[in-house]
C-alpha cells in the first residue's frame, strides 16, 4: 500500500513539473484597446480616431467574427436606422468595420489566417486576411502586412483585451 502511494505521488509530481504542450489559444471574446497604421516612414496615424470599440470572437469550432467602430459616429437625425442622408451614411460606413467567416492558426509562424465570407466591405468579401499575433498575459496583438489602406501603404497595429 505504501508502495503504490509512493508510486501515485511521483507520478502526480511528474504530471504537475511538466509543462504545458497545449499553445495559448485565441477563443474567446476580445474587446478592442487600440488600432493604428505606421506607414514606411515611420508615421503613426489612427484610422478610426482613438476613442474607439470593438469585439472579437473566436470559437473552436474555427468561426471568427470581428467588428470595430468610432465611438462618435453620428447618429441619423431622420431616427431610421436605415435611411440618413449621404454624409450621415458616408460616415457610417467609413467610421465601421467587421467580417466574419473561419480562422486557421500556423502556431509554429504565430499566424492567424481569416478566411472572409462577410465582410462591410465588399473588396474583402472572399479574401483571406494574413495576421501575425502574439499574446502577452489577457493581450492579443494582431498586425497586418504592409498593404493599400486609405489612399496610402501601411501597416496596423490591432491589440485586444481579453474578456471571457
Request: glycine content about 8%; overall charge positive.
Amino acid at each position: 500500500m505504501t508502495r503504490l502511494v509512493l508510486v501515485t505521488a511521483f507520478m502526480m509530481l511528474a504530471v504537475l513539473e511538466r509543462p504545458s504542450a497545449q499553445p495559448v489559444s485565441v477563443v474567446g471574446t476580445w474587446k478592442l484597446v487600440s488600432y493604428d497604421t505606421q506607414t514606411a516612414d515611420g508615421t503613426k496615424t489612427f484610422p478610426l480616431g482613438q476613442d474607439l470599440a470593438g469585439l472579437a470572437i473566436y470559437l473552436p469550432n474555427g468561426r471568427v467574427s470581428i467588428q470595430f467602430m468610432r465611438r462618435d459616429r453620428p447618429r441619423f437625425q431622420s431616427g431610421d436606422a436605415w435611411r440618413g442622408t449621404l454624409e450621415e451614411e458616408r460616415a457610417a460606413f467609413e467610421g465601421f468595420f467587421s467580417y466574419a467567416g473561419r480562422y486557421t492558426i500556423d502556431a509554429a509562424r504565430s499566424v492567424v489566417t481569416h478566411h472572409l465570407e462577410i465582410a462591410s466591405a465588399p473588396n474583402y468579401v472572399g479574401i483571406d486576411l494574413v495576421r501575425t499575433f502574439s499574446m502577452s498575459g489577457n493581450r492579443l496583438t494582431l498586425r497586418t502586412p504592409q498593404r493599400q489602406l486609405a489612399g496610402q501603404t501601411s501597416a496596423s497595429t490591432l491589440v485586444w483585451e481579453r474578456l471571457d
